[in-house]
C-alpha cells in the first residue's frame, strides 16, 4: 500500500528530526526497505549491514545468538561516522545488538537506533539500553 509505506518511512524519519547523522545503517534485509530511502531522503550516505560474504569489500564480522540459532553479519563504516541504525522490528534485540558494536568495532558512534515495530514482551531494549532507541509501533506483546 502506497500510502501506508510512505507513512512508515515519514514516521521513522521523524524520529532523526533532531539527529546529526552521517551514515543510515539499513541491516539485512528489512532494515534495507526502510533505510535506503531514509538514506536518500536526508541525502546520507547507506549502509547494508549483509550476512557474511554478501559485501563486495574488505569488512569485519561479529556472531550473535537468535531466538532460533546463530548468525554472523558483516559490516563497513569510517572511523568518527554518526550512525543511525534502521530495522523493521526490534524482537529479542540481537542483529541490533551485532550491528552497533560492528559500527563501534569500526570507530563509528550510534547517534540513534530507529525501529518500525517494537515487541515490548520480549524485552530487546534491554540489549540496547546504552543506546537511543525509538519505535513508530509498539506492541506490548510478543
Do not use: W
Amino acid at each position: 500500500d502506497a500510502d501506508g509505506l510512505k507513512l512508515a518511512i515519514d514516521s521513522m524519519q521523524d524520529c532523526l528530526k533532531d539527529v546529526d547523522v552521517d551514515v543510515i545503517v539499513g541491516t539485512e534485509s528489512r532494515g534495507f526497505i526502510f533505510g535506503m530511502p531514509i538514506a536518500y531522503n536526508l541525502h546520507k550516505s547507506f549502509v547494508p549491514v549483509r550476512k557474511k560474504g554478501k559485501l563486495p569489500c574488505e569488512t569485519v564480522s561479529a556472531s550473535y545468538d537468535l531466538e532460533y540459532g546463530k548468525a554472523e553479519i558483516e559490516d563497513a563504516i569510517k572511523p568518527g561516522q554518526k550512525v543511525v541504525i534502521i530495522d523493521d522490528l526490534i524482537a529479542t534485540g540481537g542483529t541490533v545488538e551485532a550491528a552497533a558494536k560492528l559500527v563501534e568495532q569500526l570507530g563509528g558512534v550510534v547517534v540513534k537506533i530507529v525501529f518500525l515495530m517494537e515487541l515490548a514482551g520480549l524485552e530487546g531494549r534491554k540489549k540496547l539500553e546504552k543506546y537511543d532507541v525509538a519505535s513508530v509501533i509498539r506492541y506490548e506483546g510478543k
